[in-house]
RNA sequence: GGCGGCGUACCCAAGUGGUAAGGGAGAGGUCUGCAAAACCUCGAUGCAGCGGUUCGAAUCCGCUCGCCGCCUCCA
């Protein structure tokens, strides 16, 4: 397995610390907002990433944080006018809302910030006592220059970014660059007792104290997106190594922007587009696709035209799917025919699960590994044109059947039945008929057709059709799907 | 200014030395009462441009052009 590490800029053999096990910690968000589509591209790739450790038989130990006391959070309490407890709650409860339709799976751990007050306090005090931060009138700070390897992870030097001078200066730091460990509180700012006063965390103590808590001195895998590489990373390492003297983390994984118009989506630029407002024009499941089919290091350009299409793949898989359970349904026709060409159909299965592995091995490549799903899938098509019938050839298909849904389990997509989908479709294209209504005239243009009157069969397709609803004649039956 | 990344068909996108995956759109075909959908087939002699290394380059090196990110809160 290979694993791109920031930390060195290569692609690099994944060997966990201890043989089999993985402890992986993810950034998760700052809870004083809802998720827009860049939190939700970090938290699928990262669940995908996730599954797949999983997948391959390591015990994964696997935490999320959530950021519960900042500036931005004391920030809206004051502007919404409530306490700043109850706006990191609501949105605590709103991303989790967001990420279990998008088939993101809880972490094992989600600490929080507040809950780790202790712990920060231990580590604060440990550097002090260390020479490796100082005390001004209630505030801590780290002393970058103290810590030698500072820059390794962003690959800068502490001279070059002095000279960059967009550091805000405050006066009463020994250097730029020195970062808050803890902050002195303001009358009716929420505040934690400490040797220094009362106070809160600076932003990336939580990290570490929570890192070092419950996974260890030293991890696996930490991750995030590609804007937390400096300076929020590089403070984690500085703190970390500083206060143990232990390497932090061996694998640095950040994941690339989406863009709009070419541009970051942020906060700040204001074009942004929330997971709530995406997810009432789209089906999670398209939102997920959408996101895996491009590699994660990679920026995506949002818009509706991707997501359109990742819908249009999602048809052709599903479709494909029940035409697949269709002939495994059918009664395995006495005739013993694997036709010819597709004698081998259990070596394309066994090659189909290698390429799988193989994508996913290389720095987790999903956009290829949907690839060879599509790959397999036109396999299967093939097979099934060319009208195979008996037991072998049932085997065969319910074992391609089994490989995609191994598959399909490790991404998360494509994991549905084709009449799920299509429910879904229903929902989310705001059809007005309902699937009874839509059986009943199938059913009454059943009977017209029956009777060869074409004329009204045609009228009832076309009112369907108007409605966003296309039929689909098959032998003996009629089928209708969702127009997309 | 410093550091880093990207540029592959009409669109999206994988591919980091061995002769261009996959999806969407398009064209042709099969199926069909006719359709539609679906399915199958086709599709870049070419990987921003120029030069170099190599038996061999989208992949490595150099230069040029264009775009973006980080250096401040940020997924």
Not at 237 to 261: C, D, L
Not at 424 to 437: G, P, V, Y
């Amino acid at each position: 397995m290979k694993i791109y590490n920031t930390l060195t800029g290569r692609k690099e053999t994944f060997v966990p610390l201890a043989a089999g096990s993985v402890n992986m910690y993810v950034c998760g968000v700052t809870v004083y907002d809802v998720c827009h589509i860049g939190h939700a591209r970090s938290a699928v790739v990262f669940d995908a990433i996730r599954r797949y450790f999983h997948y391959r038989g390591y015990n994964i130990r696997f935490a999320k944080n959530f950021t519960d006391i900042d500036d931005k959070i004391i920030n809206k309490a004051a502007h919404d006018g409530i306490p700043w407890d109850q706006v990191a709650e609501k949105y605590i409860n709103k991303y989790y809302e967001d990420m279990h339709r998008l088939g993101v799976q809880d972490a094992d751990l989600e600490p929080r910030a507040t809950g780790h007050i202790r712990e920060i306090i231990d580590i604060v005090k440990g550097l002090v006592e260390k020479g490796h931060a100082y005390v001004i009138e209630g505030d801590v700070y780290f002393s970058v220059p103290s810590f030698p390897g500072y820059g390794k992870l962003s690959g800068r030097r502490l001279e070059e970014m002095l000279a960059g001078a967009r550091v805000e200066v405050d006066e009463r730091k020994k250097n730029p660059m020195d970062f808050a460990l803890w902050k002195s509180s303001k009358e009716g700012e929420p505040a934690w007792e400490s040797p220094w006063g009362p106070g809160r965390p600076g932003w990336h103590i939580e990290c570490s104290a929570m890192v070092l808590k419950h996974l260890g001195e030293t991890i696996d895998i930490h991750a995030g997106g590609a804007d937390l590489i400096f300076p929020h990373h590089e403070n984690e390492i500085a703190q970390s190594e500083a206060y143990t003297g232990k390497p932090f983390v061996r694998y640095w994984m950040h994941n690339g922007f989406i863009t709009v118009n070419r541009e970051k989506m942020s906060k700040s630029l204001g074009n942004f587009f929330t997971v709530e407002e995406i997810l009432q024009r789209f089906d999670p499941e398209s939102v997920r696709l959408f996101l895996l089919q491009t590699h994660y290091r990679s920026p995506i350009e949002f818009s509706n035209e991707p997501l359109e299409e990742a819908e249009h793949t999602l048809e052709r898989f599903y479709q494909s799917l029940e035409r697949l359970e269709d002939f495994l349904i059918l009664p395995a026709g006495k005739l013993e025919s694997v036709p010819p060409g597709f004698e081998d159909e259990e070596g394309i299965l066994v090659s189909f699960k290698k390429r799988f592995m193989q994508a996913m091995d290389d720095d987790f490549n999903t956009a290829l590994a949907i690839g060879h799903i599509f790959e397999l899938i036109k396999e299967i098509n093939r097979f099934l044109d060319a009208k195979p019938s008996g037991a072998r050839a049932g085997e065969m298909m319910s074992r391609a059947k089994q490989e995609l849904a191994e598959a399909a389990n490790v991404l998360n997509v494509f994991n549905r039945t084709p009449a799920q989908w299509q429910r879904a479709l229903l929902q989310i294209k705001k059809i007005e008929l309902d699937e009874t209504s839509i059986e009943r005239l199938i059913e009454e243009r059943r009977q017209a057709r029956a009777q060869k009157d074409w004329k009204r069969a045609d009228e009832i397709r076309a009112e369907l059709d108007a409605k966003g609803i296309t039929l689909e004649d098959k032998t003996g039956s009629t089928a209708w799907r969702v127009k997309i």
